[in-house]
């Protein structure tokens, strides 16, 4: 498992921060920073890392090692901007842990293979310039 320490560490600085070696998903293999992290995690759908890095620019905690939240709505949460109040509840049944990274990330996935990017249609201004470039 990540350490939480190397996350906390990425959210104070702009320098690639080094992860453990062991990482719970197979998939992501020895990436050197948060955002690496999630391109890797996102491979197959690269949409997913581009809607990531401008709901959070791929942060998932603020400066003070807290789950970071949105500026417009206080109930998105973490990297991918999970909205608690519409998906919290159906997050736990699932399984999905919306506060961790992974399961921020994962839940994403979810809600990505069901809706598509409607639960991200308020930053497609910027991840459909990125996605298109």
């Known amino acids: 498992m990540i350490p939480i320490v190397m996350f906390l560490a990425g959210a104070f600085f702009s320098s690639p921060v080094a992860l453990s070696e ?5 998939t992501v293999q020895n990436p050197e ?3 690496e992290y999630v391109r890797e995690y996102y491979a197959d759908t690269p949409i997913l890392a581009d809607i990531a890095w401008c709901e959070s620019s791929m942060r998932h905690f603020n400066k003070e090692g807290e789950i970071l ?4 709505d206080s109930d998105d949460l973490g990297v991918m901007q999970i909205n608690r109040r519409y998906h919290e509840k159906d997050a736990v049944e699932l399984g999905f842990d919306i506060y961790s990274l992974n399961g921020n990330l994962a ?3 979810h809600l990505y293979e069901k809706q ?3 639960p991200w249609k308020a930053s497609s201004p910027c991840w459909g310039k990125i996605a298109k470039g």
């Open 22 to 26: 062991t990482i719970a998903d197979e």
């Open 33 to 35: 920073t948060l955002a």
């Open 69 to 72: 939240r949105g500026v417009a």
């Open 107 to 109: 839940y994403a996935k």
């Open 116 to 118: 598509g990017t409607r």
